[in-house]
């Protein structure tokens, strides 16, 4: 009994360092299926190709309930949401209200995740296909700089960033994101989901990823 204690006590203490996955949720998916509830909801927006479409506040919600009931992490919706969108030639916005909204109604993660997207802190955010040269995969914007401490350093976003292209489970040419480690600073070079809820932080001149549990979207 005493052992089962000092169990169970110690799981819970690795579960809040963030050193232990959460368990999975009972439906747990693959990020192609998570993909396909995805498509079905944002299949019954009005959303004409070749179009940027705003969501509402309300909307926003929704969406990102879909990656709370099934256990995904922000990085896991926002791949989801670009497969869609690129296919559908469609640019999704999502302004202050709706982001402020979302991040008062969820926890989006700890720092690992608002490091780099701290929704509660940005003005907007759009992720989908470029309809004008140059436009990123996923682009937003702050107010200002903005800095979080990690374990792999302090991640450093400019008032714009985001990443310039999107493949399933990655997010490739990052653009206004650096990685300080003191006295160091370099920009972060990419980010790898490689398995449900884990991802792999990539940065310049280092010699291996940093390999990260990524904790999922949860209703406050």
């Known amino acids: 009994m005493g ?3 000092l169990s169970i006590a110690l799981a819970a203490a690795l579960l809040a360092g963030g050193l232990l996955a959460p368990a999975l949720a009972a439906e747990d998916l693959s990020s192609d299926a998570f ?3 995805v498509a079905a909801f944002l299949g019954g927006l009005d959303a004409r190709s070749g179009t940027t ?6 909307e926003s919600i929704a969406l990102v309930g879909i990656g709370a009931k099934y256990g995904m992490n922000v990085f896991e919706l926002f791949d989801a949401v670009y497969r869609w969108a690129s296919a559908a030639r469609v640019r999704l916005r999502f302004g202050a209200d709706s982001l402020h909204e979302v991040a008062r109604v969820f926890d989006i993660g700890r720092e690992r995740v608002r490091a780099l997207l701290p929704l509660d802190q940005m003005t907007s955010l759009e992720v989908g296909v470029a309809l004008a040269s140059g436009q990123p995969a996923l682009s937003a914007t702050l107010p200002a700089p903005y800095s979080e401490y990690v374990e792999l350093g ?3 976003l400019s008032e714009a960033f985001g990443f310039g292209a999107l493949e399933p489970n990655r997010y490739l040419k990052p653009y206004g994101i650096s990685v300080v480690r003191f006295p160091v600073a370099a920009p972060l070079d990419r980010l790898e989901l490689y398995a449900p809820r884990k991802g ?3 940065v310049a001149g280092a010699p291996r990823p940093k390999r990260w549990n990524l904790w999922p979207i949860t209703k406050r």
């Open 3 to 5: 052992r089962m204690r």
């Open 35 to 37: 993909a396909v509830k």
């Open 53 to 58: 479409r705003s969501l509402g506040r309300e």
């Open 154 to 156: 302090t991640i450093k």
């Open 200 to 202: 792999a932080i990539y």
